[in-house]
């Protein structure tokens, strides 16, 4: 039972690279989201999808990129990394958007930019 | 805009010494509040949901309540393996879960 799996779990950057981090779900939960963490803080959300072909933009969506092709995966590309992006990123799912609301979330992506 | 405030920071105990960690917040009509525990190096992990003012959920040694105003996370005699950050979050009347507002958490320590 695999839930929400990210990968990779820890990723070194350099200023300006762009790159991919990966999340599934095995649930067949409509509404994917990403967040990310920075130290001693809340949850910040990037970009969310409520169904395959739909993506919007949460609270912090700048310099990320967000596409749903499938009901499993919902990538999230960071474009040029900046040191700002340095954080935790976690990705979560659940039934609906408006369901009873429990979201899961996947282990994170630890994402350092140099 | 909506607001969510944890108390304490930070939370040392001995192992069976109860207490309890106070999440306050400003929301323009409450659909929902969360608690989170979030373990070192892991991803949040759904503990409760409340809706409605004075209702309350157990599990094990946690019970949660909400007012109007805040909501508190009682631990019952804990033990070490209590140990972990606590999330609260709510969610908006009118909104889903796009708009969620997580406070920093409360990091509590069980002292064996």
């Known amino acids: 039972n695999a839930g929400v799996t990210q990968t990779p779990k820890f990723q070194v950057l350099k200023t300006g690279q762009s790159m991919t981090l990966q999340c599934a779900q095995d649930m067949n939960h409509e509404y994917m989201s990403w967040y990310r963490q920075d130290p001693g803080m809340g949850l910040w959300l990037i970009h969310y999808?409520?169904?395959?072909?739909?993506?919007d933009q949460g609270e912090v969506p700048n310099g990320y990129n967000v596409s749903r092709s499938t009901t499993e995966d919902f990538p999230l590309r960071l474009l040029s990394a900046a040191p700002s992006q340095t954080s935790v990123y976690f990705c979560?799912?659940?039934?609906?958007?408006?369901?009873?609301?429990?979201?899961?979330f996947g282990e994170g992506s630890w994402l350092t930019v140099v | 805009e909506d607001q969510v405030t944890q108390s304490p920071e930070a939370l040392r105990l001995q192992e069976g010494e109860s207490s309890s960690l106070n999440c306050s917040y400003t929301?323009?009509?409450?659909?929902?509040l969360f608690w989170y525990r979030q373990d070192p190096g892991k991803g949040p992990e759904f503990l409760f949901t409340?809706?409605?003012a004075g209702e309350e959920k157990e599990k094990e040694r946690l019970k949660a309540t909400l007012t109007k105003k805040e909501s508190f996370l009682h631990i019952t005699a804990p033990k070490p393996e209590d140990s972990a950050t606590y999330l609260c979050a709510v969610q908006a009347a009118n909104f889903g879960n796009e708009k969620l507002t997580f406070g920093t958490g409360t990091r509590l320590t069980i002292i064996p």
């Open positions: 999808s409520v169904g395959a072909g739909i993506t």
């Open positions: 409340l809706y409605s």
């Open positions: 929301v323009s009509g409450l659909r929902g």
């Open positions: 979560a799912s659940s039934v609906g958007q408006f369901s009873g609301n429990t979201i899961y």
